[in-house]
């Protein structure tokens, strides 16, 4: 009996080790990805919960290094080169490290991310690109370490951090115009109409070249004169352009299209269009 008592024990306290709580950890992870123009940003961080704690100044020290987050190092991802407030900095992954003031911030992207909180030895050689930037108070407060990327256009977006009442952006452009351009320049040797179309919708929103963007849009319906959609975009950049009657004679052409394929949301979009430039219907 005893001997029975004593592999019974030894089997709970094996098992006891082996065994591993699962349980919440105070400061989660969080992975963000957001698409800016032609290049992926990814941000990696833990997030911290104020908890009715002061952070700025009291938490978290005024001018002093801080690992901007908890755990493991905050990290920003980009998969083209890009300038971070104005500075060129390389595809790659960076850590993210702060100096925080009372009314601004210096915002440094760090190429070491090997790091868990600051690293032991600050080595400023690492420092690929710094910012200093002003801080701005929030309506509503930010009860947990928030870093997200807001303000997306087709040519940059913001890095901005939030917590308590403060907010910290950080401006940075992608190669979008040049990324573009190429694939442009690469496929025009012998475009179809697809190529033609893209090429056309980017100079359209980009407000680039309208009479080339109406020679690419030409040429797309000509090899696809069923495709009512190119249709569509004729018409928007004659109407860009100011020529009224011809956007209002390819709108009707994608109209009539649309109606046949009963693709009744290419019906709305045209009509409301050539009721807007005045055609008689």
Known sequence: MKKLIIVLSLMFVATSVAAQIDAPQPSPSAKAMQTVGLTEVTLEYSRPAKRGRAIFGELVPFDKLWRTG??????????????FAGTDVKAGTYAVYTKPGKNEWI???YNDTSNWGNPRTWDEN????SAKVETKKLKNEVESW????????????????????TLVAVPFTV???AKTQASIDKV????????YYSAATFYLDANKNLQQAHEWIS???????EAYWMHRKKSLIEAKMGNKSAAIASAKISLTLAEEAKNMDYVKLNTDSLKEWGAKM
Do not use: Y
């Open 188 to 195: 025009m040797a012998g475009p179809s109409a697809d190529d």
């Open 70 to 83: 908890a755990n493991s190092n905050s990290m920003i991802t980009f998969s083209d080169d890009v300038k």
């Open 175 to 177: 190669p979008t115009a």
């Open 107 to 109: 915002v440094m992207l």
């Open 146 to 165: 928030t870093m997200a990327i807001n303000e997306v256009t087709m040519e940059g977006a913001h890095l901005q951090m939030m917590w308590e009442e």
């Open 126 to 129: 690492k420092v690929v690109a």
């Open 219 to 225: 040429e797309a319906v000509e090899a696809r004169p």
